[in-house]
């Protein structure tokens, strides 16, 4: 921070903001100087909450964090804007969860460009809805301008479109949406689910998913009417990919049953495993049997811009609907996401026109208004984050991030496979391994493996010294690594190996489980 900075900071250090009977400090060039230095007192927060976070978390128990935000009347604000950061201090910078840290690989949460940082500010001041023209202008053209360029990332037709949404599980969700649409005008010609609801022959729809798929599928079949059961979990092979026999099997046993199936979700990275989906496969197996295709990349997403990992996307350009995270393998702020479709007519199933918003008669004139393809109606422009990244350091270095943490993982799963106290289950396509402490000595105990195991994650979280995640395979606990850090190294990660070693043992001869 500069010297005259650091002046403008302590000539308001004292300095209430507004008066109690004053009008909120609305956002404007009146409030300009206030907003910037505020803003400068913001950065000083974060840049000195960073510089101290020397582990990525704290370590803090639910307890005492809960204790210390009840004791917050917020009925009385603080005397100036550095006590608010004071407080918030002790509330929430002093006991995130530091993403950048390169001992953080616990879940898919990545570190983020600068230049999306940034972004973050101006979407705030300028608080644009991205829902209609008259709303977003200009905005509205930056976001299909990055919806058109990841279309043909992915090789999809010119007949393609998308839109921004809060995440995976709603781009999931506008998926399975269209697909029920789609299989009601086959199997219910003429029946309008948006006028009479679902048709009573839905009761039969089926949908075929990877039985480590992510959860979102089936609380889109639930959300939509279909109910947890439409969903079918289809075996995987030992890569824990879908089983391309299995789910052959699973379509012709639903025909037999008198079933209808009508869609199958590809997983470009399984949220524990990574694993990918035999794209190509599947996507040929969709046409013949008249199933919407639908891609959740929301992780694997990101080797749409890879150079070395960009096949294990091929197919992709078959397929009729695409989830993509670029809060994943990105490295953008959370939430930045998307839904394509092949074909943009299928947003005319989401369509609802309002006389106020969207008029029917705006239909055909050219006006561009998003809303027409969203679930959302205000709407963030979260695609100003990716535009900014791009514009200030190109899509290479972004994929260059991915394919150095995919080779990272990779070096991570021949040491965990070397060391005698570990047992790993997969070979990493992506950036994820599932592992657990379990030495030939005590395989006997699979109980106690648990209790160690889960004793592992429970130390981290008390100390923060690292932070891993957990899943279970079989029924038994496990440990994960994600690994999103392009910054990590292979000794951070070394060096967490051996404190879960250490931890797990020195549990196991103090008989703390």
């Known amino acids: 921070m500069s010297q005259s900075q650091s002046l403008q900071l302590n000539a308001v250090e004292n300095q209430p903001l507004f008066e109690q009977n004053e009008l909120p400090p609305q956002f404007n060039l009146e409030q300009f100087i206030n907003y910037q230095i505020a803003s400068l007192q913001g950065l000083s927060a974060v840049q000195q909450a960073m510089a101290k976070a020397q582990k ?12 210390t935000l009840n004791d917050v009347d917020l009925s009385k604000p603080l005397a100036d804007f550095p006590a608010v950061l004071d407080e918030l201090k002790s509330v929430y910078l002093d006991h995130a969860v530091y993403f950048h840290h390169p001992r953080y690989m616990a879940h898919l949460n990545c570190p983020v460009t600068y230049p999306a940082v940034v972004a973050e500010h101006i979407i705030a001041a300028i608080n644009t809805s991205v829902d209609t023209w008259d709303q977003s202008a200009g905005a509205t053209l930056i976001e299909q301008k990055l919806i058109d360029w990841t279309c ?94 299995a789910l052959k099997t699973a379509v012709s046993t639903s025909k037999a049953q008198g079933e209808l199936p009508i869609a199958v979700v590809i997983t470009a990275g399984t949220t524990d495993f990574g694993s990918i989906d035999p794209i190509n496969d599947i996507a040929l197996l969709a046409k013949q049997e008249q199933l919407w295709c639908h891609v959740d990349g929301a992780y694997g997403g ?71 393809k969203s679930l959302q109606t205000t709407r963030r422009f979260d695609a100003l984050k990716l535009w900014l990244t791009l514009r200030t350091i190109g899509e290479a270095p972004l994929g260059y991030a991915f394919d150095k943490v995919i080779g990272l993982a990779r070096q991570t799963h021949i040491v ?64 994960k690594f994600t690994l999103l850090n392009a910054l990590c190294q292979l000794s951070d990660i070394r060096a967490v190996i051996d404190q879960i070693s250490d931890i797990a043992w020195q549990a196991y001869k103090q008989e703390q489980v």
């Not at 978390?57 to 964090?65: A, D, I, M, N, P």
């Not at 000595?441 to 429970?458: G, I, K, W």
């Open 56 to 67: 990525p978390f704290s370590g803090v128990s639910v307890s005492t964090l809960a204790k």
């Open 152 to 245: 043909q990332k992915a090789d999809f037709p010119s007949t393609a479109d998308g839109v921004f949404t809060s995440g995976g599980t709603q781009s999931n969700l506008m998926a399975m949406l269209v697909a029920r649409e789609v299989a009601v005008e086959r199997y219910a010609p003429g029946h309008e689910v948006k006028l009479q609801g679902l048709p009573a022959i839905a009761s039969r729809f089926r949908i075929y998913c990877s039985e480590v798929a992510h959860f979102s599928i089936q609380k889109a079949a639930a959300l939509l009417g279909l109910g947890y059961d439409a969903v079918v979990p289809v075996a995987t092979n030992s890569k824990m990919q879908m089983d391309l026999d």
């Open 302 to 372: 990101g080797l749409l811009v890879s150079e070395n990992h960009r096949n294990a996307l091929n197919g992709i350009e078959k397929v009729d609907s695409i989830t993509i995270d670029y809060h994943k393998s990105f490295m953008q702020p959370v939430s930045c996401s998307a839904f394509l479709l092949s074909n943009k007519r299928y947003f005319s199933h989401i369509t609802l026109y309002a006389d106020y918003l969207n008029p029917l008669a705006e239909a055909g004139n050219g006006v561009p208004n998003l809303v027409d």
């Open 416 to 479: 965990l496979n070397d060391h005698p106290d570990f047992e790993v289950i997969n070979y990493p396509e992506l950036s994820a391994l599932v592992f657990r402490f379990a030495p030939a000595d005590l395989q006997t105990d699979p109980d106690l493996l648990d209790a160690l195991n889960l004793h592992v994650r429970s130390t981290f979280l008390k100390t923060g010294e690292a932070m891993i995640a957990r899943t279970k395979v079989g029924g038994r606990h496990y440990l």
